[in-house]
């Protein structure tokens, strides 16, 4: 579904020289749900913008169900549906208009936008909200507001970092639930989240970046072999990256 090969993202130049992302690979299959771990400033919403466009590699390259995300954009992008740590979108939008204005860029006909986004206002429970503009919203609601967005196209890859912060408890466990659904029809997510309980409830799959490169890839069950939870293991494997994930 996404592979990412020798990936390299460097902003600035001479003594301003910020190597972001350092040459890493990654495989994600079709139907994983894919937990990407790693400190603040580690790389991880940088891959993310690579991925989606939001910025171009320096080198390497980044195939959607094998189309180049730089050479190919407009048709990998339209596999993908974004749904990112900041706020970026209209704050005097509704949800309902997001939604809109998204399904109609990717070319989504009146009537199924409208089939679609009632299902998904319905489903984040947003139908007092629908017509509320974005910057009157709570945090928790327009975390819900930017899923529907991202998912209004029914995309193959979804890519969510930070879905749930903001979230509370019994809204972020119905949305857990929601997307393992999503995941077992078939749609691969990929996973920011500094949750790392989430992650290790959703995810079958994980990898930790540090300094910009890949330390430690794997599937869960060989993260938490020995009894260790992936919180654990986690801070097991950033604090000394020489430590491997199997032993």
């Not at 169900?65 to 704050?91: H, P």
Request: net charge neutral.
């Amino acid at each position: 579904m996404l592979e990412i090969k020798n990936l390299t993202k460097v902003y600035g130049a001479g003594k301003n020289k910020l190597v972001a992302v350092d040459t890493i690979s990654l495989m994600v299959e079709r139907g994983s749900f894919f937990g990407l771990l790693g400190p603040n400033g580690a790389g991880k919403s940088t891959t993310i913008h690579c991925i989606t466009g939001i910025a171009e590699p320096t080198s390497g390259q980044i195939l959607i169900d094998g189309l180049d995300v730089v050479k190919d954009y407009k048709l990998a992008r339209s596999k993908v549906g974004l749904s990112s740590q900041e706020f970026n979108t209209n704050i005097f939008n509704t949800p309902e208009q997001l939604m809109d204005y998204m399904g109609g860029y990717y070319g989504l006909k009146k009537d199924e936008r409208k089939r679609r986004i009632d299902a998904l206002i319905k489903r984040f429970d947003l139908e007092k909200h629908r017509s509320v503009i974005f910057q009157k919203l709570s945090g928790g609601l327009k975390r819900r507001a930017m899923l529907g967005r991202a998912l209004v196209h029914q995309p193959d890859l979804l890519i969510l970092d930070e879905p749930t912060a903001g979230v509370d408890v019994a809204q972020r466990k119905d949305l857990w639930e929601y997307l393992k659904e999503l995941n077992a029809q078939g749609t691969t997510i990929i996973l920011t989240s500094h949750y790392l309980e989430e992650i290790e409830y959703l995810c079958n799959e994980i990898a930790i970046i540090n300094h910009g490169r890949i330390v430690a890839e794997g599937t869960k069950a060989e993260f938490i072999q020995g009894g260790k939870s992936v919180e654990e293991r986690y801070l097991e494997i950033i604090s000394n990256e020489n430590i491997p994930l199997t032993q």
